[in-house]
């Protein structure tokens, strides 16, 4: 992957871990007003994550590198989003659009973080679907976004 900066969050905690990954993987939108994407098409999407916090755990990790990609990459490399649980072609709000890949990556992830005793958080999704188009997701908050 070529080095590329991200938007960044600014944050109160000591460490920020940031992560690179990509998976292949195809979808469709299913609605008339999606056009060419309501056909299933393909993409390698380029993902980096945000994590942030104050504690290392026991083995001087924030989380381990490792992990974040394996949440993401063994679920959805060389899949049909559309298939996966996660979404649902009958529910616009779980349509796998680039914006709620982005949001279900977040809470994958978050969900993992959330059993660590270190408690970091995600603060942010970069999702790149084509080298001119990508989505930001960062949760607002307090709220969060479960389909």
Avoid at 2 to 14: F, G
Wanted: hydrophobic share 35%.
């Amino acid at each position: 992957m070529i080095q590329q900066i991200y938007p960044s969050v600014a944050h109160p905690y000591a460490y920020e871990l940031n992560k690179d990954f990509h998976f292949a993987a195809a979808h469709s939108v299913p609605h008339e007003e999606a056009g060419a994407c309501a056909r299933v098409h393909g993409h390698t999407y380029f993902a980096n994550v945000t994590i942030a916090g104050d504690e290392l755990d026991s083995l001087g990790f924030l989380v381990n590198f490792s992990v974040v990609k394996k949440l993401i990459h063994d679920r959805f490399d060389h899949t049909r989003l559309n298939d996966d649980p996660l979404f649902d072609d009958a529910d616009p709000s779980r349509f796998p659009t680039t914006e709620i890949v982005a949001r279900t990556i977040y809470e994958l992830i978050q969900d993992y973080l959330d059993t660590r005793e270190n408690r970091p958080v995600c603060l942010q999704v970069f999702l790149r679907e084509t080298p001119t188009s990508y989505v930001l997701y960062r949760p607002k908050a307090g709220v969060r976004h479960e389909g």
